[in-house]
């Protein structure tokens, strides 16, 4: 079973599109930003406004593979990274919705414990 897992909407300029996070994701974001996989939390959690928008790319870009769709007709990680920024509460959002995916617990679950 892949622990590593997660699927939401990220809406960007008004348009959806499915975020797949993955181990297939995370592979996508180690390669391209140079990352060892047992660096990534550290690397997340250090600089949140790189991270979270680069994972949601990542996921994105590996949603379309999945589905074997044309990767070229996305937008770019910048214009992807400057809506999701724009929206402080939804960067929130995403930011809880890829630490369930990594595999860590809900935040809001855990003040309930």
């Known amino acids: 079973m892949n622990q590593l897992s997660g699927k939401f909407d990220v809406t960007i300029a008004r348009k959806k599109y499915k975020c797949h996070l993955s181990m ?24 949140t ?5 680069k994972i949601i790319y990542y996921g994105i870009v590996n949603n379309a593979y999945f589905k074997n769709e044309d990767v070229s007709e ?7 990274s400057a809506h999701i920024l724009e929206d402080m509460d939804s960067l929130e959002d995403y930011s809880n919705k ?8 809900d935040p809001e679950e855990e003040g309930k414990k």
């Open 98 to 105: 890829i630490a369930i995916a990594f595999g860590g617990e």
């Open 74 to 80: 996305l937008p770019s990680l910048e214009f992807m």
């Open 24 to 47: 297939n994701a995370f592979r996508l974001l180690c390669e391209k930003e140079d990352l060892d996989f047992n660096e990534m939390q550290k690397w997340m959690n250090k600089n």
């Open 49 to 53: 406004l790189v991270a979270v928008p």
